[in-house]
């Protein structure tokens, strides 16, 4: 089945937009964990059983893994989510981008080894560079457009001829690389503006959104600018405000606590979009 | 002692500019290798065996490694060259790019984890994202400015006020990102031109040249377009034209000799430059 449809799927029998990141960051989990064999594991086990109802996605940051030397617990991790909630997309957030042959590797890293449905990817290589993920027709590709972060200005508002880089790399995930039906873009709840200008390039095309909860980005907004005529097409990514919700031995009831909160306030944003 | 003293230092000691890339793909390994516990290792010692007196820098691709999850190995394989030959910088190419605390998990991941001189960054996120690896003020950080392959144009010639992505990097590089003097670019052979745009921009600013050899690009172009006046200033690399010189039994010596010839090329170059 083709990841859009996933998504859809998940979207319509769960009833959420919510996507929770899993970014196992060895500082602050807690305590309680250290005498496990795979700490990193086990909080994403507990978080993901402890949310998986409340989601239209899981989305682990490779980063978090790979810098504890732990890609055998993302492992693990993916295989959890695989098992027991098969209907859940997998999203590996790696923001890949290489030329042909290394990039064919990369995606053969997210989507082979990890068994992931979607991967993340950087467009600054250009069109080539992203063939070899795009090449995989099931599978979703997640192209950043517009990121979270203050510095995101810095290069994606170089403009040409009255239009941004974000704006251009909307217009090719639309019309250039989208022929399997398989691209997705990155955009940033900081940034509502943008999200509507992206939302009138790409059509119905699903936009994953970060920064909401720990930077700052709302909710109310990234509905009212980035949602569907049918109050879908948004996956809005929380993982700190989620995964760190509590510290003490509650806390994937804290975490679980987190998401409901969220999902039910995104719910209640799209409502009122008359959803 | 900084990147850029370790690496002036092997141009000097190694008289060579030439950059061996270790990119192990798989269905390429001599057939002799299969009975090893670790034949991604042993590949990359052999070569790393063959051709440590011919290079001034070696470049570990890490999405082979991740293909083949054999992240062990490549740390047997950085280990090896910090062993053995310690003067010798290792580049982890990996062109990580993520916003702030996610970044720095991915400097971990190369300078921690993996005891890497030096990794490969992507600009696109912005500044900000480049900072937690600037802030490893010993380590280089590598910033992707004109890649190598084809659909580099696609992004990297967006044109604002008459200037192009590539060469606002390369100023933004120069300018206001080297405070620690830690910064250099990656700039495709195949591109001789902006190659001789860049060092106009950048200075004396060590420039990493991927693209001669099964890419096409021109050695004498590249030394005559990209070296500084005193006939360095460049890491030419080249990974599959020297990998895989050769496929029998002597394939260690078939790759020694691909780079020896690269080496003596590019030289030629350099004293053709008044070098």
Known sequence: MKF??????AWAAQRSLLCVGLDPDPARLPGQLSSFAHPIFEFGRAIVDATADLVCAFKPQIAYYAAARAEDQLEMTISHIRRHYPAIP?????????????AEMYAREAFERY???AVTVNPYLG???????????NKGVIVLCRTSNPGARDVQDIASDGRKLYQLIAEKAARDWNANDNV?????????QELREIRAIVG??????????????????????????????????????????????????????????????INLCRKFQGA
Chains 1, 2 share one sequence.
């Not at 069109?127 to 027709?137: G, K, M, R, Y």
């Not at 997705?184 to 509502?192: C, E, F, H, I, K």
Request: proline share 4%.
């Open 184 to 192: 997705l873009l990155v955009v940033g709840a900081t940034y509502p």
């Open 127 to 137: 069109f080539d560079s992203l063939q070899p993920f795009l090449d995989h027709e």
């Open 115 to 117: 068994q992931a449905d």
């Open 4 to 9: 859009i449809h996933r998504l859809e799927q």
């Open 204 to 265: 119905d095309m699903p936009i994953l959104v970060p920064g909401v909860g720990a930077q700052g980005g709302d909710v109310a907004a990234v509905l009212a600018n980035g949602a569907t005529a049918d109050g879908t097409g948004l996956l809005i990514s929380s993982s700190r405000a989620v995964l760190y919700a509590g510290s003490g031995a509650d806390y994937a009831q804290a975490a679980r606590a987190a998401a409901l909160k969220l999902r039910d306030e």
């Open 90 to 102: 997998v999203i590996l957030d790696a923001k890949r981008g290489d030329v042909g042959s290394t």
